[in-house]
């Protein structure tokens, strides 16, 4: 007798899942059309992540878990657009901290984030690289030193609304590079030529998902 196959509870639930959510995703696919406002980035969908080399043996990783990000938007003049963005110094997570380390990296010889307890990136202009990507410039002020800084971002997908939820809501992605040296952070660079030491190169990621207000129901 041939065995009759069952698609477990978990698995239909899935399946419901996702076609009830199918509208949301295609949607997604397309810019939407939405007037110039001021987004906010929505902190549970907000990593800013950095990596930097450790003695030239591994990549080390951290994050800021306290972001304020302001976006201006038009969609249909992207290059118009205008970012600030807010990180809190004293937010940093990193993993697994040996005890005291994080007092250590949030101390003078780090970020000395009582004297400098944010970083704050303002754009200047906005060049559209291609039909969802753009080059932002801008100044970013860190460790109490402002220099010109570039991120390359990434247009993900969004919508204008959904019945789910009445307000626009776009997904970004972006990264950018800068030397800690630039910023008076060159504690314990190596030398030039070796890697013995922690590296001067840092390499930002961001993902964020920037919501507008909720629109007022009819």
Avoid at 9 to 18: C, H, K, N
Wanted: proline share 8%; hydrophobic share 45%.
């Amino acid at each position: 007798m041939a065995r009759r196959f069952r698609v477990p509870d978990f698995a239909r639930a899935a399946l419901v899942a996702g076609l009830a959510f199918w509208p949301l995703i295609a949607a997604a696919q397309d810019v939407p059309a939405i007037p110039e406002q001021v987004l906010t980035n929505d902190p549970s969908h907000t990593t800013v992540d950095f990596g930097l080399s450790h003695l030239g043996f591994s990549t080390y990783r951290g994050s800021f878990g306290d972001v304020a990000i302001k976006l201006t938007l038009d969609t249909a003049h992207p290059e118009a657009a205008k970012l600030d963005a807010v990180v809190g110094i004293d937010s940093l997570i990193v993993p697994n901290p040996p005890a005291g380390f994080l007092d250590t990296l949030l101390g003078p010889d780090w970020f000395d984030a009582a004297k400098y307890p944010e970083a704050h990136f303002v754009s200047d202009s906005i060049t559209l690289t291609g039909p969802t990507t753009a080059d932002i410039h801008g100044t970013l002020t860190l460790h109490g030193v402002t220099r010109t800084f570039m991120l390359k971002a990434t247009f993900n997908g969004g919508y204008a609304e959904h019945p789910l939820e009445p307000r626009p809501r776009l997904g970004f992605a972006a990264t950018g590079s800068f030397k800690r040296s630039d910023f008076d952070m060159g504690f314990f660079v190596p030398p030039a030529g070796e890697t013995f030491g922690i590296g001067d190169a840092v390499t930002l990621t961001i993902d964020v998902e920037m919501i507008g207000a909720m629109k007022a129901p009819n």
